[in-house]
């Protein structure tokens, strides 16, 4: 299926292996969405015309998902940040929590592992907003408790980049995951007579 639903999105799967300059293009709009042809080919190294072409066809595949504007929270008057842990008594996505969405502060909704059910991210005017939120929160059924962490400096905060660390360096002393796809190992086993001492009187 292309999409769920219920309108979450869904992994997808490519057309085809995003090559270098597919990541090039992306890391550019990334930064700035409204740049020409013109100057995205030249900042990624290419033609104008095979910019424009690269870029449908990212869209085509679902790699690019709209162009969409990226909001000063203080200019809207919502500087206040915080992630709410949900904890409920049963399946966390249910309609009625979900409909907490349509308050304009709830910026992202996910179902997590771990020590809580759903982990929201929201962005109000001040305190009192956010314990207004809470309350709703409260008020919806299968809600059992919140726990909520309030941003005091943000130090990054960015869309999702088209970079990726082909290799992480392990720390030495880490053991080494088992290679699923390696060969078993055959081992031998020996068996060794130990000599018997001999007492006399």
């Given at each position: 299926?292309?999409q769920?639903t219920?309108?979450?999105?869904?992994?997808r799967?490519?057309?085809?292996?995003l090559?270098?300059?597919?990541r090039?293009l992306?890391?550019?709009?990334?930064?700035d969405?409204t740049v020409s042809y013109?100057?995205?080919?030249?900042?990624?190294?290419?033609?104008a015309?095979a910019?424009?072409?690269r870029v449908?066809r990212l869209?085509?595949s679902?790699?690019?998902r709209r162009?969409?504007?990226?909001?000063d929270?203080?200019?809207i008057?919502k500087?206040?940040l915080a992630?709410?842990?949900v904890?409920t008594?049963g399946?966390?996505?249910?309609?009625e929590?979900m409909?907490i969405?349509?308050?304009?502060?709830?910026?992202?909704?996910?179902?997590?592992?771990?020590?809580?059910?759903?982990?929201l991210k929201?962005?109000t005017?001040d305190t009192?907003?956010?314990?207004g939120?809470l309350?709703?929160?409260y008020?919806t059924?299968g809600v059992?408790?919140?726990?909520?962490?309030?941003?005091?400096s943000?130090?990054?905060e960015?869309?999702?980049?088209?970079?990726?660390t082909?290799?992480?360096h392990?720390?030495s002393?880490?053991?080494?995951?088992i290679?699923?796809?390696?060969?078993p190992?055959?081992f031998t086993?020996?068996?060794?007579?130990?000599?018997?001492?001999?007492?006399s009187?």
């Amino acid at each position: 299926m292309a999409q769920e639903t219920d309108d979450i999105r869904q992994a997808r799967v490519p057309e085809r292996e995003l090559d270098d300059a597919d990541r090039r293009l992306l890391g550019v709009l990334v930064d700035d969405a409204t740049v020409s042809y013109a100057e995205l080919g030249v900042r990624a190294g290419l033609s104008a015309p095979a910019a424009h072409e690269r870029v449908k066809r990212l869209r085509r595949s679902g790699a690019i998902r709209r162009t969409s504007a990226l909001i000063d929270p203080v200019a809207i008057r919502k500087p206040l940040l915080a992630f709410v842990h949900v904890d409920t008594s049963g399946w966390g996505k249910t309609p009625e929590l979900m409909a907490i969405s349509e308050h304009p502060e709830v910026e992202e909704i996910h179902s997590v592992a771990g020590d809580t059910c759903m982990l929201l991210k929201v962005r109000t005017e001040d305190t009192r907003a956010l314990e207004g939120l809470l309350s709703q929160l409260y008020e919806t059924p299968g809600v059992v408790s919140t726990r909520s962490y309030v941003v005091l400096s943000t130090y990054l905060e960015r869309p999702v980049q088209p970079g990726r660390t082909d290799e992480w360096h392990m720390a030495s002393h880490l053991a080494r995951p088992i290679d699923a796809t390696a060969a078993p190992r055959k081992f031998t086993s020996t068996k060794k007579r130990g000599r018997q001492g001999v007492m006399s009187n």
